[in-house]
């Protein structure tokens, strides 16, 4: 049964519901049941012999439309790490692991009614069930978590649950299954948590992503994106010594959209990459307009995600902007996340290098937030380290402050030049001018702002 085909089952059945005497709609379960158990044959998962997705899914549903009066939860099982312990244990380790998990959910289900079991694919299985606590739910999950952590092999199993609670009792088995996959997705190969209930939140988070993926496109045909610019300024004159492009999505309902609502989703499906390449341009744009009415500018950062750094298109793009609208590169920083400097990718290393030589200034953003900070700081070819917020927002620390004074020594000490960003209060200003860094970023100065408005400030000053 096709997915489409699922959804006019169960439209069907609740039509059927509504229109139907009480006696019918028994019969009518009824031969829908022997139907399903025809084909349950055919439908069991190979080894565990629980029930594949299709056949959980019509069984789970006659479930919760034969008892409307229960409430019904979908708790799904996946394993953050099932193809390492497979090559690492080897297949036939990994496959006790599946007959105990199967193993587990049976005896779980034991003397319980309304229950189906599913093993859907590979290492993700699945327990409907009906339930009066909360609490309940949770002691299923310890149960068979318990019974997985008692299977010894020489690995640390880390298996995780997502759990959907109906919210009506027509409400579609396989929409409580993809929420429940939502919710475990969030909690896969985090140590601190085992299971994740579905809520509002990852409701509302989930609407937002598919309105990004919906309206991105139009978005960028219609010129909805825009750079704000965020001025840099020097802590010691007050002089703006420079700024920041970073994107705002103008939605023609939803008004200003800021970028972590956005640029996640398009970090997953690609996009950011056309939406970079759409602020640079207006950046390139903004500068090279100024320049040839003999204005004043400053140096302008761009963010470049992490996508574009394995690719030539990125550099050729960039340079060919700087040609185009006849912008030195001088007047243009690359800011990268640290996580970006990948090591040991030679390409990416190519890339920077050859931005470098033509004149970019690159920049290190979110210093401190990474991993393998101190061996890039080495190798990679940057000019410029942008320490992240998080060095100094409980700067009355003692241990803050050592940690903030050490590095930026450090970093003098290797010829980097340094700009802090996120600098709110006076207090702070005060301990970086003090340990030597007079650059920064922060609302203490500007907040973000639209163009317009930077370019009066410039004209200003
Ligand atoms: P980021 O590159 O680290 O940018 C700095 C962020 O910190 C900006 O948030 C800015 O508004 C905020 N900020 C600046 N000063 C302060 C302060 O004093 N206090 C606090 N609490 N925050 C401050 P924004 O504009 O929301 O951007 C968030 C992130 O989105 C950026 O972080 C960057 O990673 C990403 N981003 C923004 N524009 C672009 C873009 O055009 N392309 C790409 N790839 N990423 C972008
Ligand atoms: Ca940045
Ligand atoms: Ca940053």
């Given at each position: 049964?096709?997915k ?5 089952v ?26 399903a ?18 056949a ?14 229960l ?16 090559e ?8 006790g ?9 049976r ?49 640390k199993?880390l ?10 009792p027509t ?25 994740a ?13 598919k309105?990004?993926e919906?309206d ?12 704000y ?21 103008k ?39 100024r ?19 394995f ?6 793009c ?6 185009e ?5 001088e ?90 960003e ?39 000053s």
């Open positions: 049964m096709g489409n085909q699922e959804k006019t169960i439209n069907t059945a609740r039509l059927v519901r509504e229109q139907m005497s009480d006696k019918d709609f028994e019969l009518y379960l009824y031969s829908l049941k022997k139907l158990e025809n084909n349950i044959e055919g439908n069991l998962t190979y080894m565990t012999n629980l029930y594949n997705v299709r959980f899914q019509v069984k789970a549903q006659e479930e919760m439309l034969e008892n409307p009066d409430q019904f939860a979908v708790i799904v099982l996946d394993f953050a790490n099932f193809n390492t312990i497979n690492f244990c080897g297949r036939d380790v990994g496959d692991l599946l007959m105990c998990v199967a193993d587990a959910l005896s779980e289900a034991e003397g319980k009614a309304h229950v189906v079991l599913s093993h859907f694919r590979a290492d993700v299985f699945s327990f409907f069930t009906p339930f009066e606590e909360k609490s309940e739910l949770i002691e299923i999950v310890n149960h068979i978590d318990r019974r997985i952590a008692a299977y010894k092999i020489p690995y199993v298996p995780a649950f997502g759990i959907c609670i109906a919210d009506s409400m579609a088995v396989s929409t409580m299954r993809d929420y429940a996959m939502l919710a475990l997705d969030t909690i896969k190969g985090k140590f601190y948590a085992k299971y209930f579905f809520d509002e939140k990852m409701r509302t988070q989930m609407l937002l992503n309105m990004v919906n991105i496109i139009k978005a960028l045909e219609e010129e909805q994106l825009m750079p610019i965020q001025p840099k300024v020097d802590m010691e004159s007050g002089k703006i010594i420079g700024g920041e492009a970073l994107v705002r999505w939605h023609p309902e939803k008004g200003i959209v800021m970028p972590m609502k956005f640029i996640p989703v398009l970090e997953k499906n690609g996009l950011i990459i056309d939406v970079d390449i759409c602020i640079w341009r207006q950046i390139f744009k903004f500068l090279g307009k320049l040839a009415a003999g204005e004043k500018v400053v140096p302008i950062s761009i963010n470049i995600s992490r996508q574009h750094v690719d030539s298109v990125f550099r050729d960039i340079t060919d902007f700087s040609r609208f006849h912008v030195p590169p007047l243009v920083v690359l800011e990268l996340t640290e996580s970006g400097f990948l090591e040991d990718n030679e390409k990416m290393y190519e890339h920077l290098c050859y931005l470098k030589q033509q004149g970019f200034t690159l920049s290190m953003d979110d210093f401190g937030t990474g991993y393998s900070t101190m061996t890039m700081l080495k190798n990679q070819p940057m000019d410029e380290i942008k320490i992240d917020r998080g060095f100094i927002v409980d700067i009355e620390n003692p241990k803050s402050q050592s940690i903030l004074s050490h590095t930026i020594d450090m970093l003098h000490d290797l010829d980097l030049n340094i700009i802090v996120g600098v709110e209060s006076a207090a702070q200003q005060e301990y970086l001018l003090k340990y030597g860094c007079s650059r920064a970023q922060g609302f203490l100065y500007y907040k973000p702002m639209p163009i317009e408005e930077f370019e009066t400030l410039l004209d200003k």
